[in-house]
């Protein structure tokens, strides 16, 4: 199982990494103030799907900004549930459980920090996040739900591979779910990513796939997976 619990991890992570790849319309001398709403959108915008509209996306048309991000969370889940045998049923819990999960992340975008890109202005954005545990003692509970189910032999015999795998991933999303009814969350680290000009020519802004992984890494502890 700890294999499952690996996917998940990843999933989450790159979730944000992708939604961090957004570019925001500019102008050719941003604000620091422009700088941590564009992060602090982006950050809103996956967690929760609710963000400050006077920041604009350049790369989505306006008013699909949360469509776009359902279509990459479904995106994405289909990549990993064809993988690992998830019927639909199991699949929209899957999906239940990484709402959640974003729901309940933390984190607060501090100081914007002027930099020099090139003859360009940039800023480097300080985000502060609180580890979200969801995987805290996960490992240890899904083994006693094993013990469990494969102590009755003669029903796990008489159940086929799409009904064992729906036991398990049933306990699994329950086991997960039960931490987010009262979340813990590990001390406050500070995330530094660039907030800089994209396309000259369009003069659109952004931060990179690997500042978006660093925030999407950082959002989840993987306390409970090692």
């Known amino acids: 199982m ?22 925001g319309c500019g102008s050719s001398a941003p604000k620091e103030d422009d700088a941590k709403k564009y992060v602090q959108a982006v950050l809103d915008l996956m967690c929760t799907g609710e963000y400050d509209k006077s920041v604009k996306f350049a790369d989505v048309e306006e008013g699909k900004e949360t469509e776009m991000r359902d279509e990459l969370i479904d995106e994405m889940l289909s990549s990993v549930a064809d993988d690992a045998s998830m019927d639909e049923a199991t699949k929209g819990k899957f999906r239940d459980f990484i709402m959640r ?17 090139d003859g360009s202005t940039g800023y480097d954005v300080t985000v502060s996040i609180e580890p979200l545990k ?4 996960a490992m240890e509970s899904m083994q006693e739900e ?21 036991v398990i991933y ?5 086991i997960l779910n039960a931490n987010l009814d009262n979340p813990t969350y590990g001390e406050p680290q500070d995330i530094v990513v660039h907030y800089g000009l994209i396309d000259k020519e369009k003069k659109t802004y952004g931060t990179s796939s690997e500042d978006g992984e660093k925030l999407g890494q950082a959002l989840f502890s993987m306390e409970g997976l090692e």
Do not use: P
């Open 2 to 23: 700890k294999k499952q619990f690996r996917v998940l991890a990843a999933l989450l992570a790159v979730i944000v990494c992708m939604c961090t790849a957004l570019t």
């Open 101 to 117: 999960a974003f729901e309940n992340c933390k984190y607060t975008v501090k100081d914007a920090v002027k930099t020099d890109d």
């Open 134 to 137: 969801v995987f805290d003692g």
């Open 146 to 166: 094993m013990t469990a189910l494969t102590s009755d032999t003669e029903k796990l015999m008489n159940m086929s591979e799409e009904e064992m795998y729906g």
């Open 170 to 174: 049933d306990a699994l999303f329950k």
